[in-house]
């Protein structure tokens, strides 16, 4: 059985930092890519980021550009969102995923994602 459990949610004050990681179990994961979104109440969810499965590629909303950094530990098929600088707007709870391929070339899509986590909350007050 395939599970993904996101850790390192919480509350933060804006321009703080928190570092998300997602423990995949049931399978390996190092021959897919994989994303992370998020989905704040009353929107739908979006794409945050992706990392190609050799960590080599790696993709970003415009809106997390130059503060978030995704990366990932194939060894301990782990994939890791550092976020900085973050604002009230960062406020969502974040989901990981795995994409269907090994490439980000469509990983802004949700529909590309074949397995996904429960969420971990990030709340950012101002």
């Known amino acids: 059985q395939v599970q993904l459990a996101e850790s390192g949610g919480g509350l933060v004050q804006a321009g703080g930092s928190l570092r998300l990681s997602c423990a995949a179990s049931?399978?390996?994961?190092?021959?897919?890519?994989m994303g992370w979104f998020r989905q704040a109440p009353g929107k739908e969810r979006e794409f945050v980021a992706a990392i190609s499965r050799g960590g080599g590629t790696t993709k970003y909303a415009d809106s997390v550009k130059g503060r978030f950094t995704i990366s990932r530990d194939n060894a301990k098929n782990t994939v890791y969102l550092q976020m900085n600088s973050l604002n009230p707007e960062d406020t969502a709870v974040y989901y990981c995923?795995?994409?269907?391929?090994?490439?980000?070339?469509?990983?802004?899509?949700?529909?590309?994602?074949?397995?996904w986590g429960q969420g971990t909350q990030v709340t950012v007050s101002s």
């Open positions: 049931g399978r390996t994961f190092s021959r897919n890519a």
């Open positions: 995923a795995v994409d269907r391929d090994g490439t980000t070339t469509y990983a802004d899509r949700p529909s590309e994602y074949v397995y």
